[in-house]
């Protein structure tokens, strides 16, 4: 396995395609070469006809920490063409169905990439956050568009603006995830799932879910690349560096001066 694809694993049986974030000593947050790989491993499994199902999955103690903000400083998406964005785009377009089981913290991305999949079954231990604000950026993923849809706006609102953790009981009544489970028991429910959907015609797991989704698929690519405009926007001005640079610092961050 090279070095840069070492993080995350892909393992395909069955029908079914696995993604598995394998960073844990730095607790599975994800950096420009992990979304490169992920997107590849869309793409892949978009263009296989014997894959039916694609699922992604952490540890049981960590699903992701979000973006590796050391990583994020060296390497800025600096265009559409950069590789988190290019694993967003895969995400939203994937014609088939996409299962996901997180366990522990879920952070940024690991939260957005959620509103994506078509089955989420979450461990107990389950811990959902989007704090884009409080790093000085906004929403990605559509999330501005999908978080508000799903939540009611003034639940996104308390997401979003303020960044707050929820836990999984929340998100099950949220409608965020499809089940609470042990984390012992999250992955292999997961799995069961996926099998069931193997043994069902691909066609009319692929046109059932493009007919779900057909209303607002032009509203997610735009929402997505709007967020990414005002993201590279964000992230030249005062708030994100001073944000940026109270994380690596392990300090808190003082926006009293910053506009």
Do not use: W
């Not at 501005?144 to 998100?171: D, I, N």
């Amino acid at each position: 396995m090279n070095e840069t694809t070492k993080d995350i694993l892909v393992h395909t049986e069955a029908g079914v395609s696995s993604i598995r974030l394998h960073r844990l000593e730095r607790k599975n947050a994800v950096t420009a070469a992990m979304y490169a790989a992920m997107a590849d491993a869309l793409d892949a499994a978009r263009d296989d006809a014997q894959v039916r199902v694609l699922m992604f999955h952490g540890d049981t103690t960590v699903f992701s920490a979000g973006n590796d903000i050391g990583d994020f400083l060296q390497q800025p998406p600096a265009s559409q063409d950069a590789h988190v964005f290019r694993f967003l785009h895969a995400l939203a377009t994937f014609p088939k169905p996409l299962i996901a089981a997180v366990c522990g913290p879920a952070v940024g991305i690991g939260t957005t990439l959620l509103l994506h999949c078509d089955l989420v079954y979450a461990g107990e231990n389950a811990v959902f956050s989007m704090p884009f604000v409080n790093l000085g950026l906004c929403p990605e993923a559509a999330s501005s568009l999908l978080v508000p849809q799903l939540m009611g706006y003034h639940r996104a609102a308390e997401a979003l603006l303020l960044g707050e953790p929820f836990t999984a009981g929340t998100a099950l009544e949220l409608g965020l995830v499809n089940r609470v489970l042990a984390p012992a028991e999250c992955l292999g429910v997961a799995q069961a799932q996926a099998r069931k959907l193997v043994a069902k015609p691909l066609a009319s797991l692929i046109e059932t879910k493009r007919l779900m989704k057909s209303g607002q698929a032009a509203q997610v690519l735009a929402a997505m690349a709007q967020e990414a405009s005002s993201f590279g926007r964000l992230l030249r001005e005062p708030a994100a560096r001073e944000a940026l640079s109270a994380f690596m610092q392990k300090r808190q961050p003082d926006f009293s001066a910053v506009p």
